[in-house]
């Protein structure tokens, strides 16, 4: 039995955990309070927000999409509400967000993103200016783009591939993603479109930074993408940083032919023999406690090729995105958890296998989240042909590129003027859940695209 995948799931991770009190001034002198709210995004802070300002939304919204699927909005009251007194409001903002982010339509609208993205903006109420944003490689490298201090991602990251000669075709298959340090394993999260990057970068702790990674989860496109130099470089740095920090995991034979050709420059041969590699293609989320097949099973948790896998001191847990039929993410004892539903394979001869959900604890599950949905949106658009992304018409194709190119400065190491080779990289019972943090949305389309799915892949 395969399942029509994410009958639900939250395509924006949106709260209100708290609200504040602030106070105004007028140029009388006169003083006046207000309430705003704190608006979280995929597990971070991204704005405050005032509630006159979310009714106003509202209303455009109500009539950019009608009532049913915006939903009522609360009812303001005469008085002054201060914080402590302000609860159910909060609750209720937050399903009023909660109600927008289930719809695709409206969180992928221009007037749902631009409020987002001016929310962001206003809270910190500096002055747009032209700013440098520096992006880190895998390598440890990094460029520094000329922006604007309020563009969003998607801006920034055409500014960021036209800067190292990436052709417009090849843009979406890479990333901006907020990681820990140059150094970390650790990626916060990819960045949105509806956030600023210089801002978001702001607001993290002076070690995180910016990087351009491969944004993509089925590596069968890297054929096409390394016949473009550019990509290639991009590519073939990410895997030598990969294997540098032991996230792909070579074997003996492996490894001595991934020294040769790495000696020899041969960047295709290299990444040919890294793909077959344990480890490649995955994002890495670290220590996990999962409910199968046992209550706080132990393991460490990797989301790559279409599934979820869990590696154990016995074995592999593999989870294919085909079989999930739903997941959400929750809180729970002051932690996010996320669970799936997933259609078991039946053993040998046995009827079709039983819907069961899975637990699954992480350091970052809203995150794990969202590249379980980024997987289901990257298939879809497979089987229906769509383009990946979309840039500017004054960006320039491969062809126009491939003659003026110096990408010396993407190599994972500086070259030894004598030898010209680069040189080798440094070597229970189940908890009581609390109030959801996150409602589900409908992903019917994806769902009935991926209804003739009669089989789950299988990937060594």
């Not at 967000?97 to 993205?117: E, S």
Request: charged letters at 25%.
């Amino acid at each position: 039995l395969i399942v029509r995948p994410c009958d639900w799931c939250a395509s924006m991770h949106i709260s209100i955990p708290e609200s504040r009190e602030q106070t105004k001034t007028a140029a009388n002198g006169e003083t006046k309070k207000y309430v705003t709210y704190d608006i979280h995004i995929n597990g971070t802070y991204h704005c405050s927000a005032r509630f006159s300002r979310l009714r106003e939304l509202h209303a455009i919204l109500k009539r950019e999409f009608g009532h049913a699927a915006v939903g009522d909005f609360p009812s303001k009251t005469l008085l002054y509400m201060r914080p402590e007194d302000s609860s159910r409001r909060r609750l209720a903002l937050q399903s009023f967000l909660q109600t927008l982010a289930r719809n695709d339509k409206i969180v992928n609208g221009t007037t749902f993103q631009t409020f987002i993205l001016n929310a962001q903006s206003e809270v910190e109420q500096a002055p747009q200016e032209n700013v440098d944003i520096e992006v880190f490689l895998p390598n440890g490298k990094s460029m520094k783009a000329d922006i604007v201090s309020s563009s969003q991602t998607d801006d920034v990251l055409e500014i960021v591939c036209t800067k190292i000669m990436l052709a417009q075709e090849l843009v979406y298959y890479f990333g901006l993603y907020l990681v820990e340090n140059p150094e970390s394993l650790l990626i916060i999260r990819k960045l949105q479109d509806f956030e600023c990057p210089y801002v978001s970068l702001k607001r993290g702790t002076p070690e995180n930074c910016i990087q351009l990674r491969r944004a993509y989860w089925d590596i069968a496109c890297e054929p096409a993408l390394m016949q473009h130099s550019s990509a290639l470089n991009l590519l073939y740095i990410q895997a030598v940083s990969d294997i540098k920090r032991g996230l792909i995991q070579a074997e003996d034979q492996a490894a001595d032919d991934l020294a040769s050709y790495r000696t020899a420059g041969d960047k295709v041969a290299f990444l040919g023999v890294a793909r077959a590699q344990r480890g490649y293609g995955y994002e890495h989320f670290g220590d996990c406690t999962i409910s199968y097949p046992e209550e706080d099973t132990k393991g460490t948790l990797l989301i790559g090729h279409h599934e979820l896998r869990v590696t154990t001191a016995d074995q592999d847990y593999r989870f294919y995105v085909q079989r999930m039929r739903s997941w959400r993410t929750y809180s729970a004892d002051s932690e996010v958890e996320m669970e799936f539903e997933y259609s078991l394979e039946p053993a040998a001869g046995a009827a079709p296998g039983k819907m069961r959900f899975v637990r699954v604890q992480t350091a970052n599950c809203i995150y794990a989240a969202m590249c379980l949905e980024a997987m289901v949106a990257e298939i879809v658009r497979g089987r229906r042909g769509d383009p990946v992304g979309r840039v500017k018409a004054s960006a320039k194709t491969a062809p126009e590129l491939e003659a003026s190119r110096d990408m010396t400065f993407l190599s994972p190491e500086p070259r030894s003027p004598s030898s010209g080779e680069d040189t080798p990289p440094a070597s229970a019972a189940r908890r009581e859940r609390g109030t959801p943090s996150v409602s589900f949305s409908s992903l019917k389309s994806m769902a009935s695209d991926l209804e003739d799915v009669h089989e789950a892949p299988v990937y060594s």
